[in-house]
């Protein structure tokens, strides 16, 4: 008779464990249904996010377009008024306007000139195309600017091509003195 309980106590055990399987196995399913549905949500906003993202590429410089295109109109009126009324003076008016609606517009977006005639050569900001010497010059100075730089915000975007005045170099004046 012992042996028959042992059996039954043993029997109801492994009934209760076998209870207690299935309902971690369920469990387990329903986790499993819920990473898959968790997967499949960050997929979708990955593709959700790609897609504003490359819609913001494609479009992003919509709005400087459109200022852009108000400064063709104006030139394109500008070129108009010049050839209805033969004059040239029209026709500077009109692009001085246009000028100064385009330098506006790239103010808006952060663009702004580099100052260079009398500061000091930066070959960060500048492009030195031509080089004269002069006594008692401190350093190197920006005597002339040929071609504007700009910066974009902090960065600069294209360098301003210039033309630098220097101390003659010592080899120079050595070489000079012996002629």
Do not use: W
């Not at 986790?31 to 990955?46: G, I, M, S, T």
């Not at 709005?63 to 852009?68: A, D, M, T």
């Amino acid at each position: 008779m012992g042996e028959k309980k042992e059996q039954e106590k043993g029997s109801k055990q492994t009934e209760a464990l076998k209870k207690a399987l299935e309902a971690e196995k369920k469990r387990s399913e329903e986790y499993l249904v819920q990473l898959k549905y968790a997967r499949a949500d960050v997929e979708n906003l990955r593709k959700s996010f790609d897609q504003k993202l490359e819609e913001a590429r494609k479009y992003s410089n919509e709005r400087i377009i459109i200022e852009l295109l108000d400064v063709v109109d104006e030139l394109e009126m500008a070129v108009q008024s010049a050839r209805s009324s033969n004059s040239t003076e029209a026709l500077i008016q009109g692009v001085e306007m246009t000028l100064k609606k385009l330098k506006k517009t790239l103010q808006n977006e952060g663009v702004s000139p580099i100052k260079s005639v009398g500061e000091p050569f930066d070959p960060l900001k500048h492009n030195a195309v031509e080089r004269t010497e002069k006594e008692g010059v401190e350093g190197c100075i920006v005597i002339e600017e040929i071609r504007k730089g700009y910066t974009l915000k902090e960065k600069v975007i294209r360098p301003s091509m210039v033309k630098v005045v220097m101390q003659p170099s010592q080899s120079h004046e050595e070489a000079k003195s012996n002629e």
